[in-house]
């Protein structure tokens, strides 16, 4: 029940107030992202989210209309490809020519500072492998493996070799390490926020990504831009006039300005390579939602996608948490108690948010409307995976089990962001 009512200052609509919640328009959107807009830290996330804000409905209406998911191979795609074999080959050649610099002419003190330069590029350009991380072992995690091999099985995808739960309110799927293993991450927050079927259709979108086209996430595109994206961080200057080192700071402004102008370049060739791909990465994770909903039903597909809008809920029980020094509360029990109070209206205003902008965690998805638009439109009513009972309590005592150890990294990581 709303604890009073206001009038709208826009449209003179009457508006129902909940005490703790923002007030907000319905009809002409008055005030629906409250005070909270979501900030974007890097240039690769502002891209990210304006490419969204200009062409997500363009994209979203031509899959509806062609009622094609599947990210076919265009120009674009070959393209990025084609972009991101100049940057591997450029660092190869890089890296064959300065160990021949250093070696044929040995020991060159010239010869050698070049050859060192080179190798110092090449070591920054370096493809990064995502590192593999502290992984649940299958002889004590038994039902959370089995359930996410039986997804696996139902999704025709390969099965992971291994399952990494955090404390993030996400999750994920990633090559790691030199072996290329598959990772499936699990962000204990959302999985406690979920219910079965919710977790069934988080696994398996995460899956889906090992056989959705994500031309993106594979291993020769995404190092390259990542590449791209840490050469730029390294060249890009903090100030053009580095006055922490006196006079010479004029003398300096020659090589400040070079490498910004460079760390622009090479800025421009990343977004150009992220632009190339935004449109068949986006369809890629429309095309992961309807294979998970596939799996998992729609309604489930639909219920999870609402209850990723709740970050800030479970961030906000952390901060109460740590502010009341309550630490032995269970913040995954408090958040929950707190999204069953949220009032529908306050919900559906999560949604609009999420339809016109990303939040930072969501970023490289679609706008949360749009993707449960989508699963509406073109998602199976029934799943086609059904899980036993056993299982699913099973995995989730396995999960529960997790709890106090991942608590306390959250609230170690909340304090250290507030004292740093
Ligand atoms: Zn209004
Ligand atoms: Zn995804």
Redo the contacts with the bound molecule.
Sequence with gaps: MPSSSSVCPQCAAALPTYAGYTTWCEHCEWNVHGTTEPEHDTWYQRFYASMSRRHSNALFNSIVAARLLRPPVTVATVLAYALAACVHILTLCTAIGSALLISVDWPNFYCILLGCCGLGFVWLARPRIHPVPVLLRRDEFPAIYELADRVADALCAKRVDGISVNGDYNAGYARAGWKQQRILYLGLPLWEALDDAERIDLIA??LA?NINHDYRSKFFVGTAVSTLRELHSVLYPDRILPTEIGLWAFAAVPFTLTSLGLSYLIRLCALGMEHLLWSSSQRA?YY?DILAATVSGKKAAIGGIEKLLLTNVFHFEVQRIVMQRTMQADVFEKFRESAAAIPDREKERLLRVGSKMLNRMDL??PPALLRAKMIEQMAPEQPSLIVPDSLLNAARREMGELKPEIQAAIIDEYRASIYD
């Design positions: 979108h995460e990504h994770e992961a490289s998805h």
